[in-house]
């Protein structure tokens, strides 16, 4: 069975910072994009931090600068390394993977099942 397996969440103060990692396992398709996803209370999921296999990023414009993406192939994980955290941070983080079977019209998604980061003093 596929798992997305988060950790690294949790309570920091406003400036501080923590890294979110996850790590998927059971994917037997090529894992292609790998991206984190945020959700604050009473809005909408939002993109934040991309990496494509070969290590192409991108950021949200709220995060640049602050926040850092990194993958290992070998290993299938991602992390999100996350500084100069401000309240505004504060969501439901969550991990998506995206696979394909190589040579097929096959893909698939995957998502994590979330984990909490709270910045507040």
């Known amino acids: 069975q596929v798992q997305l397996v988060e950790s690294g969440g949790g309570l920091v103060q406003p400036g501080g910072s923590l890294r979110l990692s996850c790590a998927a396992s059971?994917?037997?398709?090529?894992?292609?994009?790998m991206t984190w996803y945020r959700q604050a209370p009473g809005a909408q999921r939002e993109f934040v931090a991309l990496?494509?296999?070969?290590?192409?990023?991108k950021y949200a414009e709220s995060v640049k600068g602050r926040f850092s993406i990194s993958r290992d192939n070998a290993k299938n994980t991602v992390d999100l390394q996350m500084d100069s955290l401000k309240p505004e941070d504060t969501a439901v983080y969550y991990c998506?993977?995206?696979?394909?079977?190589?040579?097929?019209?096959?893909?698939?998604?995957?998502w994590g099942q979330g984990t909490q980061v709270t910045v507040s003093s």
């Open positions: 059971g994917i037997t398709s090529y894992i292609s994009d």
């Open positions: 990496i494509t296999r070969v290590g192409i990023k």
């Open positions: 998506n993977v995206k696979a394909m079977r190589l040579g097929r019209d096959e893909r698939y998604e995957y």
